[in-house]
């Protein structure tokens, strides 16, 4: 039983480039968060995804920034136009649809260094 | 916005020791969870809390929720070396349902052999 996947592992951008990021939820999770991770901190929520939806990105930046779980596929978290402060680990995470909803399982992030 | 604290920022201990990590917060949460994260890799979940007073064990693990909702504490009973790393508390607004969660800076586990 597969857990989280993100791709790539690490990724590297001079300013100005675009960045996407992916994530395959865990089988049978249909909810998928995205978190960010700057050195020495903890996990920052920028935005909740159900397929298709936006459920909450009230921790996402309004500009440069978007996020989308389509129909079929996995979710794409894209920042475009990149610049120095948005090197970070970002994390993915799901959850199922039960009582137990708040349990997220993390996937191993991807590791965004902007040049 | 919402803050879980915690602290110290590392803990250094002896294997075969105990440790406790407290987490704390201004405003309520009512479900309370705790996370180890190794260098390079994600969060993993250690232990989800969704009762008041609740108490609940996984392993050497035992963590309890907060009478007040507002803090959490994590206990490792006779540390290893496979202890090491950086544990996360995190709490979510909503029992059970999905939602974001709110984390901790987390405190760095070091276990001299």
């Known amino acids: 039983n597969a857990g989280v996947m993100q791709n790539p592992r690490h990724l590297v951008r001079r300013r100005g480039q675009e960045a996407r990021l992916r994530c395959s939820p865990m089988?049978?999770?249909?909810?998928v968060y995205w978190y960010r991770q700057l050195p020495e901190e903890g996990l920052k929520f920028m935005v909740y995804?159900?397929?298709?939806?936006?459920?909450?990105e009230s921790g996402m930046p309004k500009e440069r920034f978007s996020a989308e779980f389509p129909k079929e596929g996995p979710s794409i978290l894209r920042i475009q136009q990149v610049v120095r402060g948005d090197s970070a680990a970002y994390f993915c995470?799901?959850?199922?649809?039960?009582?137990?909803?708040?349990?997220?399982?993390f996937g191993p992030g991807t590791r965004l260094t902007v040049l | 916005g919402q803050q879980l604290n915690q602290s110290p920022q590392s803990m250094f201990i002896q294997e075969g020791e105990d440790v406790s990590m407290n987490c704390t917060s201004s405003s309520i949460f009512n479900t309370w969870l705790w996370y180890k994260q190794e260098p390079g890799e994600g969060p993993v979940l250690l232990i989800a809390l969704y009762k008041a007073g609740e108490l609940t064990s996984n392993g050497r693990l035992t963590a309890q929720f907060g009478i007040t909702r507002k803090d959490s504490f994590l206990n490792i009973s006779a540390s290893i070396p496979s202890d090491v790393g950086i544990y996360f508390c995190?709490?979510?607004?909503?029992?059970?349902?999905?939602?974001?969660?709110?984390f901790g800076k987390g405190i760095t586990l070091s276990v001299r052999p």
């Open positions: 995190a709490g979510a607004a909503l029992t059970g349902a999905n939602s974001k969660l709110t």
């Open positions: 089988k049978g999770h249909s909810h």
């Open positions: 995470a799901s959850s199922p649809t039960s009582g137990r909803g708040n349990e997220q399982f």
């Open positions: 995804l159900q397929k298709e939806n936006i459920i909450d």
